[in-house]
């Protein structure tokens, strides 16, 4: 990931509210200032540093969540995983010669129960208006290890079977679903829950030529799907996933990953 060679200053200050029981609105600003470790120019601009400030707004929805206001403060009696989450923020350029740009990100999740059984779906929607550059951009959500991309641990929003750093885009669409089948206790600790799951990505990325670097935008559908056993015992388990459809690779190890799940307050 071209992020891991920059150095980030950031400066954070926000401010948040409830706009009534079921949702929370933040106003935030924001310094930040990224060193460029490596050879990078960006709509012919040669710097090694950007510096923006970013007013931001957020709301954040929560439907069938319960919450109890006490003097103390809000607390939550009841969580539910069905939310939705957006971010607005305007970057704006604190020296010469450099673009700003406006980004929108939304964060969707939730569960539903069936006779198939328990369906988690989370998905991601961002796009960016105006030039960024390439740290500012959607970064693939890759979790594999380029030297060693066939372990590692999971994640609930990441694409196990995709190297970090491989693609780049300034619009995009994320698709995480995971179908529980069933779940059994073995023994009062041991507990098995057979699991399938579908992510998917898509992207794309305008005036790629104002970057002087080589990178992929997601244009084609990346898709992996898996089977995992989660929370065994102590809320550790295992999964296995591979990765199917355009970007699938013709030697089967760079397709296929096993990855640890630690989910310690499941």
Do not use: C
């Given at each position: 990931s071209y992020s891991n060679y920059t150095k980030l200053t950031r400066i954070y200050s926000y401010y948040s509210s409830d706009?009534?029981?079921?949702?929370?609105?933040?106003?935030?600003?924001?310094?930040?200032?990224?060193?460029?470790l490596f050879p990078y120019a960006f709509a012919g601009i040669n710097?090694?540093?950007?510096?923006?400030?970013?007013?931001?707004?957020?709301?954040?929805?929560?439907?069938?969540?319960?919450?109890i206001n006490t003097p103390e403060g809000k607390y939550?009696?009841?969580?539910?995983?069905?939310?939705?989450?957006?971010?607005?923020?305007?970057?704006?350029?604190?020296?010469?010669?450099l673009g700003s740009n406006f980004s929108a990100d939304l964060v969707f999740n939730t569960r539903i129960k069936s006779i198939l059984g328990t369906t988690t779906v989370h998905s991601q929607a961002g796009y960016?208006?105006?030039?960024?550059?390439?740290?500012?951009?959607?970064?693939g959500m890759g979790l594999a290890f380029r030297n060693v991309q066939s372990f590692g641990l999971a994640s609930h929003d990441g694409f196990m079977t995709m190297?970090?750093?491989?693609?780049?885009?300034?619009?995009?669409?994320?698709?995480f679903m995971r179908q529980l089948l069933f779940s059994t206790k073995v023994t009062k600790q041991i507990q098995f829950n057979p699991t399938l799951t579908?992510?998917?990505?898509?992207?794309?990325?305008?005036d790629r030529e104002q970057h002087n670097i080589t990178f992929e935008v997601p244009s084609k559908l990346y898709q992996e799907v898996g089977?995992?056993?989660r929370n065994i015992i102590f809320g550790m388990g295992i999964g296995s996933y591979y990765r199917i459809g355009a970007y699938q690779e013709p030697t089967f190890s760079k397709n296929v990953a096993f990855r640890l799940i630690f989910e310690p307050f499941y």
């Open positions: 706009i009534n029981r079921y949702m929370e609105g933040a106003l935030g600003m924001e310094y930040s200032r990224q060193d460029v710097t090694n540093k950007y510096e923006y400030a970013s007013p931001s707004i957020s709301l954040h929805y929560y439907p069938k969540s319960k919450k939550t009696i009841e969580n539910k995983p069905t939310f939705l989450h957006l971010t607005a923020k305007q970057y704006i350029p604190l020296q010469e010669n960016i208006i105006g030039s960024a550059p390439i740290f500012n951009t959607f970064e190297p970090s750093g491989s693609f780049y885009s300034d619009k995009r669409i994320a698709l579908y992510s998917a990505l898509w992207g794309n990325m305008q089977v995992e056993l």
